[in-house]
């Protein structure tokens, strides 16, 4: 793993963002052409506070621009779970979004959730500790050892 100012400029970084700049366009039906582009890495994900609105992504037409992620969640969602799969699913509706209404914002008015007060929070469980006494095995000499 690679801090992602490490990718800056790199030749992994183009490719992903023209991956997805690519993609975007194709879905959209333009060419899409960012005037700045940021790769984040997954490392990021799995947040424990989450952004609730009535989309699971933002867009903000005034300024034209956009934001997703795995931490943006509809208040509707039935599947709040952050995954690569939210994250997916959220830059899917942003793109969807943009091909029909790009003069529109939307999820912008909303509030944040802290990860405990999430339906899909679970506190990490720590392995239970062994119960009753060790077993005593018996050596090749026939006498026991713990």
């Known amino acids: 793993k690679h801090p992602p100012e490490a990718l800056a400029g790199s030749e992994v970084e183009a490719l992903a963002t023209g991956r997805m700049l690519h993609s975007l366009s194709r879905l959209t039906g333009t060419e899409v052409k960012p005037r700045r582009t940021r790769l984040q890495l997954w490392g990021a994900a799995l947040p424990l506070n989450a ?33 690569i799969e939210a994250a997916f699913l959220s830059g899917h509706a942003l793109a969807t979004h943009l091909a029909a209404h790009p003069d529109e914002s939307r999820g912008l008015v909303g509030s944040f959730v802290a990860g405990t007060q ?28 713990a």
Do not use: C
Not at 119 to 145: L, N
């Open 118 to 145: 999430q339906p899909d929070f679970a506190p990490p469980v720590a392995p239970r500790p062994p119960t009753g006494r060790p077993r005593r095995r018996r050596s090749s000499r026939g006498d026991a050892r």
């Open 51 to 83: 952004w609730i609105s009535s989309d699971n992504f933002l867009w903000d037409a005034r300024y034209s621009v956009g934001v997703v992620g795995d931490w943006l969640r509809a208040a509707d969602d039935t599947h709040p779970t952050s995954s």
